[in-house]
């Protein structure tokens, strides 16, 4: 919003209207936790439509697909009172839910801002304090939506447990690092050779979807959400490595960053 009230002041309507662009993809996460809200047999409200049309469906509520809805904060709280009980899991899980949704959200619409923001500050404004301060926010938030998935997804597998306080941190630099190294990488290239970027980034992108194919994941059994499946996730490895696979992960990282290098 501080963004978009920036661009409208000083009269760049053409980086503002790229920035309202920006938000538009996020109602693709807003529009799947209402699914789930109908799925659960609970017709959704005009309140929380509201919310939703206003992006707070994920922080308002989450949907479990166990069939509970409770709020976000709430299940924050329960999180840090209960710490190794058995109903710690059920939170967990919810937790997890909505875990998924908001790394959505960050790859749809904080992913693309963040993008947005650091080429106005590269090439455009280079002392524009509130895109600077956009783009940082926006790199914490997509990292620590990236976090929060791998530690969910953690979590679910038999034996683990969670991850101390340092862990998560040093976590967070790494992705924070890494992406942030990607997106400066892309948006140099972007100030010296202009359009050419989307080639370099296609060119990118076709060798991490082929390489998904060949890895042949399970995690949608229909051929064309498969292909589509592969493709999107094609797109985010662009930026970034999220583990789709069951197992050890080693040797598929060390691939990415090969290619990515």
Not at 86 to 94: D, F, K
Not at 181 to 201: I, K
Request: charged fraction near 10%; include cysteine; proline fraction near 5%.
């Amino acid at each position: 919003l501080c963004a978009i009230i920036h661009y409208l002041v000083h009269g760049q309507l053409g980086w503002l209207g790229l920035t309202i662009a920006c938000v538009v993809p996020g109602y693709t996460a807003q529009f799947l936790s209402i699914l789930w809200f109908r799925a659960d047999g609970r017709p959704p409200s005009c309140w929380l439509l509201l919310l939703h049309l206003l992006q707070l469906g994920l922080w308002k509520r989450v949907t479990s697909r166990h069939g509970d809805s409770c709020r976000y904060w709430d299940i924050l709280r329960m999180s840090a009172k209960m710490g190794g009980s058995a109903r710690a899991g059920e939170v967990l899980m919810q937790h997890g839910d909505v875990s998924v949704l908001r790394l959505l959200e960050a790859l749809l619409q904080t992913l693309p801002h963040l993008l947005l923001q650091a080429y106005i500050v590269v090439a455009i404004e280079p002392a524009g304090f509130v895109p600077g301060v956009s783009a940082g926010l926006s790199l914490l938030s997509l990292a620590w939506a990236l976090v929060s998935y791998s530690r969910f997804s953690c979590l679910m597998k038999p034996g683990h447990l969670c991850p101390p306080a340092a862990a998560i941190l040093c976590l967070l630099l790494w992705r924070t690092g890494m992406l942030g190294t990607r997106v400066l990488a892309l948006v140099l290239f972007a100030r010296l050779y202009s359009f050419w970027v989307f080639a370099v980034a296609g060119v990118h992108w076709l060798l991490m979807a082929f390489w998904l194919v060949a890895q042949q994941t399970d995690i949608v059994a229909e051929p064309c959400r498969w292909r589509l499946f592969n493709c999107l996730v094609g797109a985010v490895y662009i930026f970034c490595y999220v583990n789709v696979r069951p197992g050890p992960s080693k040797h598929r990282v060390a691939v990415f960053y090969a290619v990515s290098t």
